[in-house]
Each structure stands twice: as C-alpha cells, then as structure tokens.
T-cell receptor, first 115, second 116 residues
Framework: AQSVTQLGSHVSVSEGALVLLRCNYSSSVPPYLFWYVQYPNQGLQLLLK??????LVKGINGFEAEFKKSETSFHLTKPSAHMSDAAEYFC?????????????FGTGTLLAVQP | GAGVSQTPSNKVTEKGKYVELRCDPISGHTALYWYRQSLGQGPEFLIYFQGTGAADDSGLPNDRFFAVRPEGSVSTLKIQRTERGDSAVYLCASSLTPSQGNTEAFFGQGTRLTVV
C-alpha cells in the first residue's frame, strides 16, 4: 500500500523568499515520486520526478526536490519565489517496476506568494 | 492532438440522471487513467486502461461508475443515477506503456461535474 502526506494545506511566502513544500510518503515497494503543479482552471503539470539514480532532482521553473529514503520524504524547494509560482502543488507516489503508472496523490498545498 | 482533451469542460446534471464524460488521450499513448478530484482534495485514482482493457478498476467507488475504451484510444466514463456526492472534477491522463523508467502521465484539464 502507498500513501502521501503533505504537511501544510496552505503556505504563504514573500516574493524572493525560499519555498519549501513538505511531502512524506509511505510505500511497501521502492517508490517513484512526483511533484505536480495545478494553476487555476488548468490541468496538472509535472514539475519533476524521482525514479532511480540521483536523489536530488531538478525540475522546471527552478524547482528541485530531494529523495530521502531514511526520512521517507520528498520535499519540494525553490530558492526564490516568483509571483507566478502561486498555485496548488501535489506530491504523488507510484509503484516501482513499471506495471502501472497509477498515482497516489497527497491532498495538496496551496502556495501564495506575497509581493 | 497535442494534449489530452476532455469534454465537456463543465457538466451540470440533475440528481438521478446519467452522464458520460469523454477523454481523448495523446495519440500513441496506450495507457489511460481516470481520476476524481473533490474540492480541497488531491486526485483519487478511479480506473486504468492498458489498450482496450481495464487493467485496474480498483478505484471505482461503486457499480454506478463504469468506463470503456473500445478501440484503445478515446475513453468514456459513465455514471448512472448520479448523486450530489459525485460532484467533482474528473481528470483523465494518458501515458506510453508503463515500463521501467517510463513514468510520465499527461493530464487533461478535467470535466467539472455538478449534480444538483
């Protein structure tokens, strides 16, 4: 069984400040981990993913995340927030091995960026 | 098409009515997924097709929900005797055949279903 917990349903940062969105997962098999972003009235867009190999993963728009197996975490960070980063962010997990790409999502974190 | 297309974008229906939601996946994508996103929640998996067959329908909430993909491309999610609790955004995603390292699913913009 797999699950995802996102701590903080709402996060507010100032423009230029560090963005940190937390994600912890539970998985009985080695996980694939994802961060998706959802802008208002738009579909989900993949920010970045971890499958195997390097544990620090870089994505689009300056975001990155680090897979920490010992902490079962996959937190999303960005050094300097832009106003355009305001959106909802979802962490997701799927099973390793490729039988299916079925995703288990967290409940999401709404990021607000203050001028 | 260039991306996953879902129609209609919005659907309002009366309680007890039947609805169909359509998904046009990216051309060449053999895998297709339906998810449901209720207000304030993350998307929840409903069903996964590999080609024409439903490889995993473990997320369908009850027998009022059914989905088909007869030719391995377009899929239709069908909901019978709709209830107010079915109100949500229904998301479709498609991907290449799942295999080691191939993991990216592309999402449509969703159909917002409102049952009144």
């Amino acid at each position: 069984a797999q699950s995802v917990t996102q701590l903080g349903s709402h996060v507010s940062v100032s423009e230029g400040a560090l963005v940190l969105l937390r994600c912890n997962y539970s998985s009985s098999v080695p996980p694939y981990l994802f961060w998706y972003v959802q802008y208002p009235n738009q579909g989900l867009q993949l920010l970045l993913k971890y499958t195997t190999g390097a544990t620090l993963v870089k994505g689009i728009n300056g975001f990155e995340a680090e897979f920490k197996k010992s902490e079962t975490s996959f937190h999303l960070t960005k050094p300097s927030a832009h106003m355009s980063d305001a959106a909802e962010y979802f962490c997701a997990v799927s099973g390793h091995g490729g039988a299916t790409n079925k995703l288990i999502f967290g409940t999401g974190t709404l990021l607000a960026v203050q001028p | 098409g260039a991306g996953v297309s879902q129609t209609p974008s919005n659907k309002v229906t009366e309680k007890g009515k039947y609805v169909e939601l359509r998904c046009d996946p990216i051309s060449g994508h053999t895998a297709l997924y339906w998810y449901r996103q209720s207000l304030g929640q993350g998307p929840e998996f409903l069903i996964y097709f590999q080609g024409t067959g439903a490889a995993d329908d473990s997320g369908l909430p009850n027998d009022r929900f059914f989905a088909v993909r007869p030719e391995g491309s377009v899929s239709t999610l069908k909901i019978q005797r709709t209830e107010r609790g079915d109100s949500a955004v229904y998301l479709c995603a498609s991907s290449l055949t799942p295999s080691q390292g191939n993991t990216e699913a592309f999402f449509g913009q969703g159909t917002r279903l409102t049952v009144v």
